[in-house]
């Protein structure tokens, strides 16, 4: 298993990132695709359709969201954990993003899926 690390810094609001993950709506539009978030611990969500599953496990507004979390195509039942702290910045927010237990072979695909299908999406609809 790996862990991914990525820091990542936008030109908005801590709210206003907070609401893009955590908001159905917002994250579907900046993604492209459904999202059904759940905005309690232990609550469910699913984004990218199906391809994305997972829990809430600790979600404090504005600040910090864990969340198991596993994709479609990796081995039956198995999920990392993700979690996303939030630094408000003199120019926005530092996003400080780990996803632990990610199976070797999916690593690298990712990886790079974050930077393509998460921060930069993301950037170009809140900056």
Same mark, same amino acid.
């Given at each position: 298993?790996?862990?991914?690390?990525? &820091?990542?810094?936008?030109?908005?609001?801590?709210?206003?990132?907070? *609401?893009?993950?955590? !908001? $159905? %709506?917002?994250?579907?539009?900046?993604?492209?695709?459904?999202?059904?978030?759940?905005?309690?611990?232990?609550?469910?969500? &699913?984004?990218?359709?199906?391809?994305?599953?997972?829990?809430?496990? *600790?979600?404090?507004? !504005? $600040? %910090?969201?864990?969340?198991?979390?596993?994709?479609?195509?990796?081995?039956?039942?198995?999920?990392?954990?993700?979690?996303?702290?939030?630094?408000?910045?003199?120019?926005?927010?530092?996003?400080?993003?780990?996803?632990? !237990?990610?199976?070797?072979?999916?690593?690298?695909?990712?990886?790079?899926?974050?930077?393509?299908?998460?921060?930069?999406?993301?950037?170009?609809?809140?900056?």
């Amino acid at each position: 298993m790996k862990t991914i690390n990525q &820091t990542i810094d936008i030109k908005a609001s801590v709210h206003d990132i907070y *609401e893009a993950l955590m !908001d $159905s %709506k917002k994250h579907a539009q900046f993604t492209g695709d459904a999202a059904d978030i759940s905005r309690e611990v232990g609550g469910k969500f &699913t984004a990218w359709g199906d391809y994305i599953d997972g829990v809430n496990k *600790e979600l404090v507004p !504005d $600040s %910090k969201i864990v969340q198991s979390w596993r994709a479609s195509d990796w081995p039956e039942g198995h999920y990392s954990q993700v979690t996303y702290a939030f630094e408000k910045t003199k120019e926005g927010t530092r996003l400080t993003f780990n996803q632990t !237990d990610v199976p070797d072979e999916f690593c690298d695909s990712i990886e790079q899926g974050w930077q393509d299908y998460y921060w930069s999406p993301m950037k170009e609809m809140l900056e």
